[in-house]
């Protein structure tokens, strides 16, 4: 069934001194609630750290409980974990280093949770917060993960970790060009963006899997939420944390089945709904949560119950056309019978998340539809049943449904899901390169590429094989020159190689390449090591440079952020300063926007920008971006920095095939974790070709 719930209960729902009002029972309870709401899987979360103390010791605790729970209500999970154990990584970062441990936790782990588990997750926002290492230490992971996964339970289903950026970023495609797109089944990604925009997320998506070799997976949204509600706007009965108000709780209710029949609509294989037990966020202002503290349940509960019971086993067709100001959308059910879904246009369908949204007002609209053969039969959003017995229908914000409509034509076909995976690639998989790069090689802050600082860089690359057949080949490097490379490489089952290697890049014109890592193992092709090279010191240092003067003068910037935005020149630093104070609400951005003074500042033939920034906060910076803006209609170019809390030489590069001189924008800023924040800008140049 398309409908989920992200009910992380293995987390949000363990015992929690500082509510008094948790009832004991808690995992219970949210297990039962998820079965009265009809929902066949729910996505729960695993540490693997807690879980897996130590090499072969295993404590499953809640997690198994908790599997065990939903298993007796009929529903099955979609596990993910992640916090690797610090005895299976190399002292730094999030991902694990060793991946015959990642293969091992995997392997118990499915076997541990067979019959529970409808597939798995390979962690969690890996290309955001949970994962400081690069794109192709990711897929390495994913790979032995995976790995793992098919030898406990020969017939799991594997997902890669949820992306947690929409659109999707660079560090996902390097991710494919690893070789990732033949270990998992499920294209797996997040969204909290709103309704306005899921054809331009659906649109990006798709275009990333077309070209990275993976478009018949199914789209899976693991976690898919609101912030239009914004903050909490009321006190709860726990200090420090808000809540809903009424007005919130509905439009909640409102936005969960408009967000899940678009995703329907699109294409999209299945939508979990984030999240099922209450949570706080953003130090307590954000309410998170089909259940309020006390474990009742809000409208938005209701909504889905709903949702599952009238549209559960229902086909979509697509939309209908059923008056100005007023969506609808047909679903067919195995009796042949008919299905409309219908609601008012509100503000939820066509504004940002901003302050102030309401539900106040229902925006009740009158529809007539074409004649029917007798009254017809249908419930509101609340499962509150009702008769149609006139042509004309009274439309609310809050969607409905009737049942046994006719007359009606499919105006926008719905896009069918793929019904099965892509053929197996020929590789052996079993053999899987990873690298350990020296200090001679700089991690992009998107953790998509590298910037060597030295003509020879030092790496080491292992070379594992997670079977239990040695294994014997040979081993290529492309990009550049590599010294190091022995005839030919062995390694025992279950076992690595290593090879310390020295790397000379061979720049293009545009001071890019790839060292690329290939290699033929018992006459069989294995998976690429992939790792794209910028010599952003090497381009920094040639060309042409234009100094843009005119971005320190604070007229020539418009104001653009979630908060209050001053803009100013500092004196002190020589600088342009931006600072910004945001409302409780969990969208704090703060992007500037700089309109390129033609012809003079156009950027035709350029090939990066290079700029020095700081910030007042670099621990509450979540990302900090260059975006490119070009003309109407065409796709920003977001390029990722990691700002300091001191002045720091920030480089930017265009990627291969993008058009700079289309380039009319500029915005420059940050996504912010604190109530305000302070951006610094100088010395922002252009640098050319040579």
């Known amino acids: 069934m398309f409908f989920a719930l992200d009910s992380a209960q293995s987390w949000l729902a363990r015992p929690d001194a500082e509510n008094p009002r948790q009832p004991g029972n808690a995992f219970e309870i949210v297990s039962e609630v998820a079965r009265r709401s009809g929902a066949g899987m729910v996505r729960d979360r695993m540490s693997w750290a807690e879980v897996n103390p130590a090499r072969n010791r295993y404590v499953w605790t809640y997690y198994k409980t908790n599997a065990e729970l939903l298993k007796e209500r009929g529903i099955r999970l979609s596990g993910m974990y992640h916090d690797s154990p610090g005895w299976c990584r190399n002292g730094k970062g999030l991902l694990p280093t060793n991946l015959l441990d990642t293969y091992v936790f995997a392997k118990n782990a499915a076997e541990a949770f067979r019959g529970c588990m409808a597939n798995w997750e390979f962690w969690n926002e890996q290309d955001h917060g949970f994962g400081q290492e690069s794109a192709w230490d990711y897929a390495a992971a994913l790979k032995a993960a995976s790995l793992g996964f098919k030898a406990g339970e020969p017939e799991a289903t594997v997902a890669i970790g949820g992306f947690a950026i ?102 999209v294989s299945r939508d979990f709904f984030f999240v099922l037990p209450p949570y706080s966020e953003n130090g307590g202002n954000k309410d998170w949560g089909l259940m309020r503290r006390d474990y009742t349940v809000k409208p938005g509960f209701a909504a889905f119950a709903t949702l599952v019971d009238q549209l559960g086993d229902a086909i979509p067709e697509g939309e209908a056309d059923v008056g100005d100001g007023v969506k609808g959308y047909l679903y067919r059910h195995r009796n042949g019978s008919r299905t409309l879904v219908y609601w008012s ?107 060597i600082r030295q003509p020879e860089a030092r790496f080491k690359l292992e070379i594992w094989n997670l079977s239990g057949k040695p294994k014997k080949g040979t081993i290529t490097v492309s990009g550049g020159d590599c010294t190091g490379i ?88 020589e600088a342009i300063r931006f600072h910004t104070v945001f409302p409780a609400i969990e969208d704090r951005w703060s992007y500037p926007e700089y309109e390129l003074q033609l012809p003079q500042e156009s950027l035709k033939g350029a090939l990066g920008i290079a700029l020095e920034a700081k910030v007042s906060s670099p621990a509450a910076v979540r990302q900090m971006l260059v975006m490119a803006v070009p003309g109407e209609g065409e796709r920003d170019l977001y390029l990722r920095v990691a700002p300091d809390g001191e002045w720091e030489k920030l480089t930017v590069q265009f990627p291969a095939g993008f058009e700079p001189d289309r380039i009319r924008r500029l915005r420059i800023g940050v996504n912010s974790a604190a109530g305000e924040i302070t951006v610094w800008l100088r010395k922002i140049r252009f640098v050319y070709a040579p």
Not at 526 to 537: A, D, F, H, S
């Open 486 to 573: 022995p005839p030919s490489v062995s390694v025992p089952p279950f076992g690595k190689a290593e090879l310390a290697l020295r790397f000379s890049p061979a720049y293009d014109g545009a001071f890019k390449t790839v060292l690329a890592v290939g290699g033929v193992f018992n006459g069989r092709r294995v998976t690429p090591l992939v790792v794209p090279v910028q010599g952003l010191q090497a381009m920094a240092g040639s060309g042409r440079k234009l100094e843009i003067t005119a971005m320190l003068d604070p007229v020539n910037w418009r104001k653009n952020a979630s908060g209050e935005m001053q803009i100013a020149y500092d004196e002190m630093e």
């Open 166 to 267: 929409t659109p999707v970023l660079p560090y996902a495609d390097v991710v494919m060009k690893n070789g990732a797109g033949c270990y998992f089944d499920i294209f797996n990604i997040h969204t909290y963006r709103p309704l306005r925009d899921f054809p331009e997320i659906l649109t990006d998506i798709r275009a990333h899997m077309e070209r990275c070799g993976i478009a018949g997976r199914p789209i899976w949204f693991t976690e898919n939420g609101s912030g239009m509600e914004g903050a909490g706007r009321e006190e709860s009965f726990m200090p420090g944390i808000r809540q809903h108000s009424f007005d919130q709780e509905l439009l909640i209710a409102e936005y969960l089945p408009k967000m899940m029949i678009s995703m329907q609509m699109l294409g």
């Open 345 to 451: 246009i509100s503000e939820l369908d066509t504004e940002p998340v901003r302050p102030g949204l309401s539900a106040a007002d229902p925006k009740l609209r009158r529809i007539v539809l074409p004649p029917q053969e007798g009254p017809l039969c249908g419930t509101d959003l609340f499962g509150t049943p009702f008769e149609m017995k006139e042509e004309a229908l009274t439309v609310s914000r809050f969607p409905s449904f009737l049942h046994g409509v006719t007359g009606l034509t499919v105006i926008d076909r719905a896009i069918l899901p793929p019904v099965a995976r892509d053929p197996e690639a020929g590789e052996d998989r079993t053999v899987v390169f990873r690298t350990e790069l020296s200090e001679d090689f700089l991690l992009s802050s998107g953790k998509d590429y590298v910037d």
